[in-house]
């Protein structure tokens, strides 16, 4: 069966490329599927800007909207099994944690769902003119391209999906390369709701062949992209010429900051948690651990104690608490990282090399890696590794960790541990990053914004303000007593 879905259609790739998914846990095949170009990406364009402008989702009122992606979150709860497979199939993630992902997916929907259906965020302005009705309300914004990462694949595809909908807006979705199969599924969710054909359009591929044409395409209005900073830097240029909206999530180089007051056993547990969780393969990876000098030692020691105990495996291993890197060609980033940490001066305390298990041979796997006595200059330390590498800073006051916590281009996430409240809210209000936790690590609910500060990029996903990103403002002024001004008697 075709997999690109333009125009309420499944069709193949114009070209006839075709694209093997395999399991990055051991290399097996997982799927083939079609593989777009420029020519299909520029009809599922036509598609959404067709469907924009002459079909009925624009104009359907918000609270119809808001009952169809109620009825893709009761859908994406009746398919949870097959969705979380095929995850984790793509991703090498196990099978638990694609399990919460579709949770949390259905979750975003329903959110998003409750949303529009509320009226929304329109408002009456009260002008002091009497004979004026001023209003301020919030329509689509057009045709929105949305493209979206390897590591959460449909997650962050409902993060842009779910509230672009909502707003009334058409889309092409393009997916990384490496997953697209959840996306896939998803498409059919939706024309399964009730969705208008052309609404929703799906291309896979590369990129630079299906996702750069996105970019550059006139008829397209707004640009939601989510993933590295290089990528992001060419889309705002690709967008620049024809001024799109663009909304951006870059990743980050977060600080996990333990004030030697933290409570031991969970400050180390999180700190695990932080930078490990699907091998370090997350935006928010708390991959920078800030301990307080008196704490270093006895710290730090027990991070890698645990760290050397956690087990590698495949999705379906019950006895594995982390997976692999999704690529040969990303496990290799991740080793010259490391290398040049290690070439920099940072002292190695666990992981650095890949594991000999015969059983992971077959799989892209690197194992939990500790880098201790690390500085702000080194590469290892400022760069985004995106895997399991976890760099020790130390710091003695307060205003040190601040310092050292906001000396990086990102300002995605970051976290503070300590028992006194007063620091700990301090510390919190002077890091730069659009999500910190306090004594916590990695929660999100979808009724809160998230989004970054700095080189982690602009616009916020979730929330309010995630629906406004796929909207735009307009001032509607009526005159109901006109009368000639004589202006130019």
Not at 237 to 266: I, S
């Amino acid at each position: 069966m075709p997999q690109l879905f333009i125009g309420g259609q499944w069709t193949a790739a114009v070209d006839g490329q075709v694209r093997e998914i395999r399991c990055p846990a051991d290399g097996t095949l997982v799927g083939t599927v079609d593989e777009a170009g420029p020519k299909d990406t520029a009809a599922a364009v036509a598609a959404a800007r067709d469907a924009f402008d002459r079909g009925p989702w624009p104009g359907t009122p918000a609270a119809e909207r808001g009952r169809l992606l109620l009825r893709v979150a009761d859908l994406l709860e009746r398919d949870k099994a097959t969705l979380a497979r095929a995850e984790s199939l793509d991703t090498g993630k196990r099978l638990v944690e694609s399990e919460y992902d579709i949770d949390d997916i259905a979750k975003c929907f329903r959110y998003f769902g409750n949303l529009a259906a509320s009226g929304g965020n329109d408002r009456i302005v009260d002008t002091g003119e009497p004979d004026a009705d001023s209003r301020v309300v919030h329509e689509p914004v057009g045709v929105c391209a949305l493209i979206t990462p390897w590591n959460y694949p449909l997650l962050q595809t409902s993060w842009k999906v779910a509230p672009a909908l909502a707003a009334g807006n058409a889309f092409v979705l393009k997916p990384s390369e490496l997953t697209p199969h959840t996306a896939i599924h998803l498409m059919r969710l939706l024309a399964e709701a009730g969705l208008p054909d052309g609404v929703a359009n799906l291309v896979l591929g590369a990129g630079p062949t299906a996702g750069a044409p996105l970019c550059e395409d006139p008829r397209v209005d707004m640009v939601s992209f989510t993933g590295g900073l290089t990528t992001g830097r060419r889309i705002m240029a690709a967008a620049a010429p024809t001024v799109k909206k663009v909304a951006l999530e870059l990743g980050g180089k977060n600080p996990n900051v333990v004030f030697a007051d933290a409570d031991f056993e969970a400050a180390v547990d999180y700190a695990l948690m932080a930078v490990f969780l699907h091998s370090g393969q997350v935006c928010s990876a708390g991959a920078r651990l800030l301990v307080q000098e008196e704490l270093h030692d006895s710290f730090v020691a027990e991070v890698v104690k645990r760290a050397r105990a956690i087990r590698l495996g495949g999705p379906f291993d019950e006895h594995a608490r982390t997976g692999p890197l999704i690529s040969a060609t990303h496990r290799d980033k991740v080793e010259a990282y490391v290398a040049a940490g290690l070439a920099e001066g940072a002292v190695l305390r666990c992981g650095g090399s890949r594991p000999d298990d015969p059983a992971l041979r077959n799989g892209y796997y690197y194992p939990p890696t500790v880098l201790d006595e690390c500085t702000p200059a080194m590469s290892v330390v400022h760069d985004e590794s995106f895997g399991p590498v976890l760099t020790v800073e130390r710091f003695r006051s307060e205003d040190e960790a601040v310092a050292l916590a906001n000396d990086t281009v990102y300002g995605l996430a970051g976290a503070v541990w300590s028992q006194d409240v007063g620091r700990a809210h301090r510390v919190a209000s002077r890091l730069r990053a659009g999500t910190v936790w306090i004594n916590d690590f990695h929660p999100y609910v979808p009724q809160a914004e998230w989004g970054g500060m700095k080189q982690s990029g602009f616009g916020r996903e979730l929330g309010p303000a995630g629906l406004a990103e796929y909207q735009e403002a307009k001032h509607i002024w009526r005159n109901l007593a006109p009368r000639p001004q004589r202006w130019f008697e």
